[in-house]
């Protein structure tokens, strides 16, 4: 009955493997981040967040 309420031991090393794979993974992004070259930093920071779309999609109609 009791055994419900006791952590397993292989439950314990979950917040530490999931922890390395962030770390990995926040690295890994971060030095690509830091390897590109200015042309590819421009282009990127010059991209547009949202589509411009016009209120109207019928432009005949006023």
Do not use: C, Q, Y
């Not at 397993?8 to 070259?37: H, K, N, Q, Y």
Request: proline share 8%; aromatic share 14%.
């Amino acid at each position: 009955m009791f055994k419900r309420v006791f952590v397993e031991d292989w439950a314990l090393w979950i917040p530490f493997i999931s922890f390395f794979i962030f770390a990995i993974v926040f690295i890994a992004v971060t030095i690509r981040a830091l390897r590109l070259g200015k042309t590819e930093r421009t282009r990127l920071a010059s991209l547009p967040l949202e589509e411009t779309h016009s209120s109207n999609p019928n432009p005949d109609t006023p």
